[in-house]
């Protein structure tokens, strides 16, 4: 990798504020990176949150993280970027409000593009361009939870999260964040923890636990990476979206890793002025895994993400 100018910082934190444009307001929209430089020399991992704005989690462990590392203790050199869609996060919107666009869908983005365009294009070369690692910080947004990391291309990595349930999936979605990161050599891992607002206290614990033990396992942070038993990597994951919209009225309580047996049903689609249902969903496997799930009465459209199902046919336990 080509010299960076952070190369050269000397241990201790500073702050990075990357312009990408002028809106139309007249206000200046940028990037602002957190840089905590270790004592001593080791790798540069990055840390992103809220490429979709929706998705609060990423930002709340960003600020612990930067609340808790300590230079003194650290090795390399940690890139926080706790908001990657200044505007999406404004707007508590998936997409960025002005183009409408999943900027997740846009990488490594061009700089005369969309305006998504324009912010994949700040983050590739001026954050994923200057890391070795990155760890994608992702939620279930509003109003669904979820929980679960992505293998991409470190099986350790992601597994150093400590999540209970990991899915390698066999065809990636393309133009995001780690498939630019992997274009580049770049070791990447996504994670998807929390959402709904609930118990968002111990999603941000969990997260904040599990990337400092990412960290270790980097060689940023000494001491010994922990293990998680029962472990379990998933082949085939569904996600399960309304033809009709309405209230989405869940028949139980469930949380993520949970079994279900074939045909289970999930939640009612209810017309919010008949009443009547127009949809049941279903769990659609023989042996079902919950992976994402709603667990409140909501409004949902067409399409929205209802719930996301893993094959536990087609699952696999780690052993070690």
């Keep these: 990798m080509a010299q960076r100018p952070i190369d050269s910082l000397p241990p201790g934190r500073t702050r990075r504020f990357v312009p990408i444009t002028t809106l139309a307001s007249g206000f200046q929209l940028g990037l ?30 960003a600020r612990e993280l930067h609340h808790r590392l300590d230079p003194e203790e650290m090795s390399g050199t940690v890139m926080l970027l706790g908001v990657a869609n200044p505007l999406a996060m404004e707007a508590i919107s998936r997409n960025t409000p002005i183009d409408m666009l ?24 001026e954050f994923i361009d200057k890391i070795d690692v990155l760890i994608d910080i992702h939620a279930g947004g509003t109003f669904p939870w979820v929980d679960y990391c992505y293998v991409v291309n470190d099986e350790g990595l992601s597994r150093a999260f400590l999540p209970q349930l990991l899915y390698k999936p066999a065809n990636p979605y393309p133009n995001t964040t780690v ?45 010994e990476v922990k293990r998680r038993p029962g472990q379990v990597l998933m082949h085939d994951l569904k996600v399960l979206r309304p033809r009709m919209g309405g209230l989405c009225v869940p028949h139980q309580h469930l949380v993520p890793g949970q079994q279900l047996p074939a045909g289970t049903a999930l939640a009612d689609i209810v017309s919010p002025y008949t009443f009547e249902t127009l949809e049941t969903m279903q769990a659609p496997f023989d042996d079902n895994i919950v992976v994402l799930c709603r667990n409140y009465a909501t409004r949902i459209h067409p399409g929205d993400y209802g719930f996301m199902i893993g094959n536990g046919a087609t699952s696999v336990p780690y052993t070690d």
């Design 32 to 61: 602002t990176i957190h840089v905590i430089t270790g004592k001593n020399p080791g790798p540069y991992v990055g840390i992103s949150g809220m490429i979709h704005g929706d998705e609060l989690e990423g930002l709340l462990i």
């Design 102 to 125: 999943d900027m997740n869908r846009m990488f490594p983005g061009q700089p005369d593009g969309w305006l998504g365009d324009q912010q994949a294009h700040a983050i590739a070369h």
């Design 179 to 223: 498939s630019y990161a992997v274009q580049r050599d770049v070791r990447c891992m996504v994670v998807e923890i929390g959402g709904g607002y609930q118990e968002q206290h111990l999603h941000v614990a969990n997260g904040v636990r599990g990337v400092m033990n990412q960290l270790r396992y980097c060689g940023v942070l000494p001491g």
